[in-house]
């Protein structure tokens, strides 16, 4: 299966933007459905965004209108561009893969993480 790593996270001002990016490693990146999920001090990991094979994309209602989520299959790479950034969104920030026909909000039916990426919105 693949293998994930986040990379991008940091420290930005409200009404900041960041782009986060997931190298993806092993074979067949394009059959997977990729997904961005974060979790937040005492909170439940939440979906943020996905992108199926059909580049077909899914996102949170917090965050419609504001991030985006895009994917090179030639690099095997996900990004997530996040723009006009709140301090709710604080939180780490995971890639995660999900095998083709789940549905695609849901943590369980992710297979593969990665170890995550700080993301922190100053007011």
């Known amino acids: 299966q693949v293998q994930l790593v986040e990379s991008g996270g940091g420290l930005v001002q409200a009404g900041g933007s960041l782009r986060l990016s997931c190298a993806a490693s092993?074979?067949?990146?394009?059959?997977?459905?990729m997904g961005w999920f974060r979790q937040a001090p005492g909170k439940e990991r939440e979906f943020v965004a996905a992108?199926?094979?059909?580049?077909?994309?899914y996102y949170a209602d917090s965050v419609k209108g504001r991030f985006t989520i895009s994917r090179d299959n030639a690099k095997s790479v996900v990004y997530l561009q996040m723009n006009s950034l709140k301090a709710k969104d604080t939180a780490v920030y995971y890639c995660?893969?999900?095998?083709?026909?789940?549905?695609?909000?849901?943590?369980?039916?992710?297979?593969?993480w990665g170890q995550g990426t700080q993301v922190t919105v100053s007011s």
């Open positions: 995660a893969a999900a095998p083709l026909g789940t549905t695609v909000t849901s943590t369980n039916n992710y297979n593969t």
């Open positions: 092993g074979r067949s990146f394009s059959a997977y459905t």
């Open positions: 992108i199926n094979w059909r580049e077909n994309t």
